[in-house]
């Protein structure tokens, strides 16, 4: 008979974000999960056949938080630059998390074109733009504000949220006009 679990999958992920907000990705380990949860190895192993699917749990916990996070953009106008700002607010905050995004191959951010393609219809209504147009104006504003995101990890007291606003804010009149004025990007 299999023994029974004594801690939920949900459990040992949420255990192994705290180790990661605490002390940074490569501190997940099976030791320090067990430590973190008060048990041995076994019962995290009873539940997770692996390191790799603890870490996979881990991630899935992560774009669950930032999920929350930014789940009322669509209350402010743009919605867009909501997003952005709070991608770099979490980012800044939550440091060690924001670097899981960054992991090659990673999807934690799989909803976020879609919820940025969502908010770009609103200006894709205000400014008559073609769909390739909102494509590229996504392109931009997104590798901008990860760019942004990732700069103010490293010094987020460079970066306070009116610089980042007003830098937001003129990267897509800057874009919007070049994409109004016809020339090919």
Not at 49 to 70: G, K, N, P, T, W
Not at 77 to 95: C, D, S, V
Request: hydrophobic residues 45%; contains cysteine; charged residues 25%.
């Amino acid at each position: 008979m299999p023994r029974s679990a004594f801690f939920s999958k949900e459990a040992i992920a949420a255990a192994g974000l705290e180790i990661i907000r605490k002390q940074g990705i490569e501190a997940l380990t099976a030791r320090a999960l067990s430590k973190q949860l008060g048990c041995s190895l076994s019962p995290i192993f009873t539940v997770f056949e692996d390191m790799d699917e603890i870490h996979a749990a881990v991630r899935q916990a992560a774009a669950a938080l930032f999920s929350d996070y930014v789940k009322d953009i669509y209350d402010y106008q743009p919605a867009f630059k909501e997003y952005g700002m709070r991608l770099i607010r979490f980012a800044k905050q939550e440091q060690n998390i924001f670097q899981l995004f960054l992991e090659r191959g990673n999807s934690l951010l799989d909803n976020a074109p879609e919820m940025a393609l969502k908010c770009l219809d609103e200006i894709k209504e205000a400014y008559q733009l073609a769909d390739e147009q909102v494509r590229t104006l996504y392109r931009q504003l997104w590798a901008f504000t990860c760019g942004i995101a990732v700069l103010a990890t490293q010094s987020p007291e460079d970066y306070p949220e009116e610089l980042i606003s007003g830098m937001i804010s003129t990267q897509l009149i800057s874009t919007l006009s070049f994409l109004k004025s016809g020339r090919e990007p």
